[in-house]
């Protein structure tokens, strides 16, 4: 006896360290990947495949929307009011309600806090450009500065002769003895022409808000930025950084705690409903964490039982994600929580060993009885995921992998490692008297032979007269942004003329120069359907770069020194300048006629080269330009812009191809579950050795699928891809019940131990995915409604389909 | 209401200006609206001579000053709730924030403060330094921002009793704005020297 004792407090030891390695192995190795694209199956049209680099990727998605706004004394303490707006983006009261304030003032201290930020951020490797209306020369490095000549569209119409030159300069003669002079002095050397300042005008959105102290405005007196990420914008964990990064530099600055920084874009929403959707998750999840504890408490009655039973589960998680890492470089995010969510099954093993221990027995022998019927379950379950390893779809690759890997670790611990670990002496479930009653009345049911009739019936009735359509494609419905927030976003997006999320224009072309040749070549056509208010703005990548062959063609009309020194002598005849002060104006110009043309990749080091970056890339030998698009009024006009170009131009909807990526992504798991049931229909009926008996099996667990399906679409829920995974599940918790049901020991205590098992493993489930049920997060929702509704029905069934058992027929 | 941030610290100056000076500034002081001509001439160093000009000056009460150019081409600037408005014949308005021209910002503080006689304000934006006689006195200011000072390095504003006469600033890089105000804008040479105005401003002739 002692020596057992002594064997059991070894093993438990070695298990743990196992697992503690195994911790430390996954903590080493784990690299999650939050990037929504390495989810997706692969794409398939030219559409798909821009969607699947622009899908975040995308110049638009890249842009946080930034608000200043002065902090309301009056209102609830500013500093919690903030907090909460930027934490959890609720709007405040002080959102909507206007402060008592004394506006010139103001306006100026968030005019200063504004430059403050974009002083701090502009330089900062995580942002490619930002912007909050005041003109910095910056914009163009001084390295850079002569290529303005190249850059401007002026000397595409005019030339650098006596009569311009002149009117130049009597302007600027004129701006010295203004209130201006003083903006104005240190320009003037190097750039009499105000060269800079036409550039910094052609590179400011399209349709910029109103200026104030010099920045952006809102109406509702908001001082407004825009900062482009260099992270991709639905990668929450690395936009959660750009993020945190300027509320950081917010909040070093001087007078920042009087004022609130609000942020708002793509980039912040999956940030958000990321945090959102965990929050909630974690604290149902506490929830159901001490309900199933009481639950397993109150049906066993052995704390130790309880502690050890978690083992088989956390081996199972632990391994599954060990052998991840393993065999991929990266391990999404939505495998593991899918993973983590299938892997509820598992639960099940330790569950049934528990309840079908026998007075006076040790474990191993009561689990030898039940092992066969055990190993089925956990085979079945393995060969049905197998089809998601061949589905070719990376994410439900690593989700077969992992659910794969986590069965059987779970169910193997189980049987060989668990068992050896159990108290000795146990209450045998079987002499309980409820259970008896339980196991008597269930075996009194009624089992009419047209049940199964009945229920496909139904299922058929409800499918067909169900409402709205029946799959929900868009996949951002299921972690929706809260509307306020939507209503923020759209005004700002209005004021600051930012693009559009959801429209892209895509020019195709050979090459880069090509693309920007094209671009050029499609500007007056735009100009024309901005003029008809088409389209608010539509920004083409030539807007910052013009196209080698432009460049040269301004070079070429660029006058050598000599005679642009004649021309302004001629100019300047008669005005006051210095001799010799436009010196460095003549040098530009000469030097400006020897540079080589600005090409992208000499470009990309700046900071407006970034931001041409983000609309020029290359792809498969060749290279695609990104126009963005924002205020959409005529779409066909829009589209109209591709036509009789062989698709070089072409409108690109973006949630259109999302849309449409969803349904393929749908119609590979939903191939894989075919492949999944006729592995499953193969080895139930191998495994049990007779049709009849994997019919009464499989029925059940089919009906009860299928009715959860029909229930939802009755209750106008769309389906979506979180809804099939749930059905999974559900699935694999339905096979057990049927296959412990259909199981005739011929035994009443060992079918009331039965009763009991599935009795816990019905109400453990209900319990944790019936609080899911509640969230007010949908794909927390979907998850739990089709657990809870698939294990109520997969038991009912179950039941009511299997076959009549001896303690009824006596 | 303070405007600019220099302008909101507490008056460290305005207990150390004497009861004359004091007076003096508050003798200057004008209902609103004040208009005044103005001649002004610019030494850049830009510039091989200087930039001459005229027109009017009108302080419209508060911060609110506007400034008509008539010679040589027509000008209106007005400055008004922090902002900057530029007008010129046949031109699109321009618009620009005072806060991105700090030395228009002291202008403005100086010419507002003595046209509405405010001796504290005008201590809080400068050190005051007077020289002279009641008849023929002299204010001369230092912004006490050293930012300001980096591009304003002083302001002389010279009158006679209750009217002043003229204004000199004086830019850090050596560029001189003399505004001849008032009767005495009509004496605007037509070559004027930096010499020449000085002797203008200080009473002769």
């Known amino acids: 006896m002692k020596g057992r004792g002594r064997g059991r407090a070894a093993l438990l030891l070695v298990w743990l360290l196992l697992l503690a390695g195994l911790g430390l192995f996954v903590v080493k190795r784990l690299n999650v990947s939050t990037d929504l694209r390495s989810f997706m199956p692969a794409p398939t049209t030219p559409d798909q495949r821009l969607l699947m680099e622009q899908v975040g990727d995308g110049p638009g998605s890249r842009l946080l929307l930034l608000a200043l706004r002065e902090a309301c004394p009056a209102a609830t303490a500013p500093a919690a009011a903030g907090k909460k707006a930027a934490g959890h983006g609720s709007v405040t009261r002080s959102a909507t309600v206007a402060c008592a304030r004394d506006t010139p003032s103001v306006d100026a201290r968030l005019a200063a806090l504004s430059q403050g930020l974009v002083g701090k951020l502009q330089h900062d490797p995580r942002y490619s450009q930002v912007l909050d209306g005041s003109f910095a020369l910056g914009a163009l490095d001084s390295r850079l500065l002569p290529y303005r000549y190249l850059l401007s569209p002026t000397l595409d119409t005019q030339p650098l002769d006596e009569a311009y030159l002149a009117d130049q300069l009597r302007q600027r003669l004129d701006d010295l003895s203004s209130p201006a002079a003083g903006l104005l002095q240190g320009l003037l050397p190097r750039d009499p022409i105000l060269e800079v300042l036409k550039l910094a005008e052609q590179w400011a959105p399209p349709k910029s808000p109103q200026m104030r102290d010099g920045v952006w405005f809102s109406k509702r007196h908001e001082a407004l930025l825009l900062v482009q990420t260099v992270a991709p914008g639905f990668d929450p964990t690395a936009q959660q950084q750009a993020i945190d990064g300027i509320r950081q530099a917010f909040q070093a600055l001087p007078g920042s705690a009087g004022a609130t920084l609000e942020f708002s874009g793509p980039g912040y929403f999956s940030v958000l409903v990321a945090a959102q959707t965990r929050q909630q998750a974690d604290w149902i999840g506490r929830i159901s964490t001490v309900g199933f504890i009481a639950l397993l408490l109150l049906a066993y009655r052995s704390i130790s039982s309880l502690l050890l039973s978690a083992l088989p589960i956390a081996s199972a998680a632990l391994a599954g994600i060990a052998v991840l890492t393993l065999v991929f470089p990266a391990v999404h995010g939505i495998t593991l929580a899918f993973g983590f969510t299938l892997l509820g099954v598992a639960q099940e093993y330790p569950i049934r060993v528990l309840s079908h221990r026998r007075a006076g027995e040790d474990a191993l022998s009561s689990v030898r009885a039940l092992w066969p019927l055990l190993l089925t379950a956990i085979a079945s379950a393995c060969i049905a995921y197998l089809a998601f390893y061949a589905s070719g779809v990376n994410g439900l690759k690593q989700l077969a992998v992992f659910t794969i890997v986590g069965l059987l670790v779970a169910g193997f611990s189980t049987r060989y490692l668990l068992v050896r670990l159990l108290p000795v002496r146990v209450r045998d479930v079987a002499d309980m008297r409820w259970l008896a009653k339980a196991r008597d009345l269930v075996d009194r049911l009624p089992r009419p032979r047209w049940i199964p009739a009945l229920v496909a019936l139904a299922i058929v009735l409800m499918l067909v007269l169900a409402p709205g359509p029946f799959w929900q494609n868009n996949l951002a419905a299921l972690t929706p942004v809260p509307p306020q927030l939507l209503q923020r976003d759209a005004r700002l997006r209005e004021a600051l003329g930012a693009p559009d999320v959801r429209y892209l224009l895509v020019l195709q072309a050979p090459s880069a120069q090509g693309v920007l040749a094209l671009s050029e070549r499609l500007q007056p056509q735009v100009d024309r359907l901005i003029a008809r208010h088409a389209v608010d703005a539509l920004e083409l990548p030539s807007r910052y770069l013009p196209s080698v062959a432009v460049q040269e063609a301004r070079q070429r009309k660029l006058p050598d020194r000599a005679t642009l020194q004649h021309e302004l002598a001629a100019a300047s005849k008669g005005l006051p300048f210095r001799a010799g002060l436009f010196q460095p104006f003549v040098d530009d110009v000469e030097a400006a006629r020897k540079l080589t043309p600005l090409t992208p990749q000499r470009y990309a080091k700046t900071p407006l080269g970034q931001r041409l970056a983000a609309m020029l890339v290359h792809r498969d030998g060749h290279w695609l330009g990104l126009g963005t698009v924002s205020g959409v009024h005529d779409l066909a006009a829009l589209r109209a812009l591709g036509a009789g170009s062989d698709g070089r131009v072409r409108l690109l909807d973006l949630k259109a191809a999302s849309e449409s990526l969803v349904a393929a992504y749908r119609t590979r798991i939903l191939q894989a579950l075919l492949v999944a049931t006729v592995l499953l229909v193969l080895t139930i009926t191998f495994a049990l050795r007779s049709l009849r008996r994997a019919w009464h099996v499989l029925a059940p667990m089919t009906l009860a699928t299928f009715l959860v399906l029909a229930v939802e679409r009755m209750a106008g829920i769309e389906i979506s891809l979180f809804h099939l995974i749930a059905l999974i599940l559900a699935g694999g918790l339905g096979l057990h019940y049927a296959l412990f049901f259909e199981r005739d020991t011929g035994d009443p205590a060992e079918q009331r131990r039965t009763l009991h098992a599935t009795l816990v493993c019905v109400l453990s489930a209900l319990l944790v995915f019936g609080m899911l049920a509640w969230a007010s997060i949908p794909v927390l929702r979907a998850i739990g409604l089709t657990v809870s509704l698939g294990v109520a029905f997969h038991f009912c069934l179950s039941i009511l389909m299997a076959p009549h058992s001896h303690a009824s027929e006596d | ?205």
Do not use: Y
């Not at chain 2, 419209?60 to 014949?89: C, F």
């Open chain 2, 1 to 205: 209401m303070p405007l600019s941030a220099n302008a909101s610290v507490p008056e460290p100056g305005a207990s150390a200006l004497t009861p004359a000076t004091r007076a003096l500034i508050a003798s200057l002081g004008q209902p609103a609206p004040a208009r005044t001509a103005f001649a002004e001439a610019r030494f850049m160093h830009v510039l091989d001579r200087p930039l001459v000009i005229s027109g009017e000056l009108a302080w419209l009460g508060g911060d609110h000053l506007e400034r008509q150019v008539r010679q040589p081409r027509p000008e209106l600037a007005s400055i008004a709730g922090g902002k900057v408005t530029l007008q010129r014949a046949g031109k699109r308005a321009r618009h620009f924030s005072l806060s991105r021209a700090p030395q228009l910002q002291v202008l403005l503080d100086s010419f507002v403060a003595l046209l509405s006689g405010d001796a504290n304000r005008l201590a809080t934006t400068f050190t005051i330094r007077r020289s002279g006689t009641a008849a023929q006195w002299q204010l001369t200011l230092v912004p006490r921002d050293a930012h300001v000072a980096g591009s304003v390095a002083s302001i002389e504003v010279d009158g006679a009793g209750r009217q002043s006469r003229c204004m000199r600033v004086h830019q850090a890089n050596g560029d001189l704005a003399v505004d001849l105000l008032g009767p005495l804008a009509a004496k605007m040479p037509t070559a004027p020297t930096r010499e020449s105005l000085q002797v203008l401003c200080r009473g002769g002739s």
